[in-house]
């Protein structure tokens, strides 16, 4: 039997070549893999979480994998639907989101299903994407424009409509059908996509969409949506980029000719004004037709595009991304969130951020006007007066009385934690610290120590493992051990289920 790193190597090598892969499903029939898996999984909160059957992580052991493996082999492996519950959209929100609780069986298989997935495809995926990516994530998005994008002249804001509930399932298998030859496999995930989920135990069909709350359903979109990275940076960019360097503004070399002739005059006065006249004036031409420069990125279902040319050829642009969309992906690009913002004079918005380009022709370093054109990232305000609402009542701080009777560490921790939660999402803007006494109204963070912290902030690397779960010898081990429930081989202590989850009385956490 061949290791796990072994498998995954073997199949990241194969991706990385681009060669098809032809016997996926045959890799499903290897311990090693669930045992990894377990080891992902058996920490997250949600693994405690009974699905429909009311099956969770607690007890789980080899046999319980064997049988799933045997299963398999035969082709009679069954995934059973989500059981569908509605959690707040977010603290203080009074809107629901569905969420789909899967039972165990169903999340060990998808997360082995998961690794394979993205082993194979994760070479082939465009550096544009960093959603649902290991090693990377919103800040490496958002430092990917501020780094590269200088001089945009345009945003195209582009979010697509119902995204996740809408992939078209024919298509989902056409994609994977493209470079995993292997019908068994394509009828695993067919199956999968068509499971669909119990609300007040009423089963619904899922005609669309990835499945909900399994873990293979980021890497499922991010293959769907490779297609548009495709199409973007393989058609889109090559022909709206050309031109090594714009023309020289003839305006800016007269008014330079100009100077010079009034220094050889001694004419002071003149020269003084002809230079304040030259600030103001671009020294290459910013309408010069033969140049042009498309950039994109994507996090997830939200896409930005920069591009620095005519507002016209912006518009083409966003008409032809919509259309490929629609009819290669079956999806819609929503008009509420798809916009065309001046980057000079407006700000376009991206994962929660403003993006526009920063314009000052008195700052001069080394002759030149050196932040003419560069990225700006900034907080909304609208971000600040969201998290101010929350922790104010008509204009003024209010209480909360879940922390009245805690001691005053626990409330200054409390307030701290929350404030440093939301500098270190938006520490990526220039302004971040100019707004902190507006942010919150309460807790302090120093400046060096969270820049210090910056290069974890937006890192994405799927679920972490602890300590020996690492290895899945070891995982074996405790899993063979008689009596073991979740956790106590790790924290010496028994966790029952969620009383709320399952009805019970509460136990010794």
């Not at 995954?8 to 090598?13: C, D, Q």
Request: glycine residues 10%; contains cysteine; charged residues 30%.
């Amino acid at each position: 039997m061949q290791s796990v790193e072994t498998v995954l190597g073997v199949l990241r090598e194969r991706g990385r070549r681009g060669l098809p892969c032809s016997e996926l499903y045959r890799q499903l029939f290897n311990p090693q893999l669930y045992l990894l898996a377990y080891g992902r999984l058996y920490s997250n909160k949600g693994s405690m979480t009974p699905g429909v059957n009311g099956e969770t992580v607690d007890g789980m052991s080899l046999g319980k994998i064997e049988h799933v493996i045997d299963a398999l082999r035969h082709e009679r492996y069954r995934w059973s639907p989500a059981r569908r519950v509605y959690i707040p959209k977010g603290r203080g929100s009074t809107k629901l989101r569905p969420l789909g609780l899967p039972p165990w069986s169903d999340k060990l298989v998808g997360e082995v299903i998961r690794l394979l997935l993205e082993a194979y495809y994760e070479p082939t995926f465009s550096n544009s994407s960093h959603g649902f990516r290991p090693r990377r994530g919103c800040h490496t998005a958002l430092r990917d424009a501020a780094n590269t994008w200088t001089g945009t002249v345009w945003f195209v804001e582009g979010g697509i409509a119902q995204c996740f509930d809408r992939l078209d399932h024919s298509v989902m298998l056409r994609i994977l059908g493209e470079r995993i030859q292997d019908n068994r496999f394509l009828r695993l995930m067919g199956n999968l996509l068509k499971a669909g989920y119990m609300e007040d135990w009423v089963w619904n069909a899922t005609h669309s969409g990835s499945p909900q709350g399994g873990a293979v359903s980021p890497i499922l979109s991010n293959i769907y949506l490779h297609k548009m990275d495709e199409y973007v940076e393989n058609i889109l960019i090559p022909e709206y980029t050309r031109g090594r360097v714009r023309q020289p503004n003839r305006a800016f070399h007269r008014v330079w000719a100009a100077i010079r002739r009034a220094g050889k005059r001694d004419d002071r006065t003149e020269v003084r004004e002809l230079r304040k006249q030259l600030r103001s004036v671009p020294s290459m031409d910013t309408h010069d037709p033969g140049y042009r420069r498309l950039r994109y990125t994507r996090y997830a279902d939200d896409t930005l595009l920069g591009f620095a040319g005519p507002k016209a050829e912006a518009e083409e642009i966003k008409e032809r991304l919509a259309q490929f969309i629609r009819d290669e992906l079956r999806l819609e690009l929503s008009p509420e969130k798809t916009l065309i913002t001046h980057a000079r004079t407006q700000a376009a918005r991206f994962l929660g951020y403003e993006i526009t380009v920063h314009h000052n022709d008195r700052k001069i370093t080394g002759g030149r006007r050196s932040v003419n054109g560069v990225i700006r990232l900034r907080v909304p305000r609208s971000v600040v007066s969201a998290k101010q609402a929350q922790y104010m009542k008509r204009g003024k701080p209010a209480r909360r009385p879940e922390l009245l009777n805690q001691d005053d560490h626990v409330i200054l921790s409390t307030y701290g934690s929350e404030y440093r939660g939301i500098v270190q999402y938006y520490l990526l803007a220039g302004d971040v610290f100019s707004t902190r006494p507006a942010a919150t109204g309460h807790g302090d963070l120093d400046a060096d120590d969270a820049r210090q912290q910056a290069p974890l902030a937006g890192v994405e690397d799927g679920p972490q493992v602890r300590g020996h779960h690492r290895d899945p010898a070891r995982t074996a081990q405790v899993l063979r051990s008689p009596g073991r429930t979740h956790r106590q081989e790790a924290t010496g202590r028994t966790v029952r289920r969620d009383p709320a989850a399952t009805g019970q009385e509460d136990g010794d956490q």
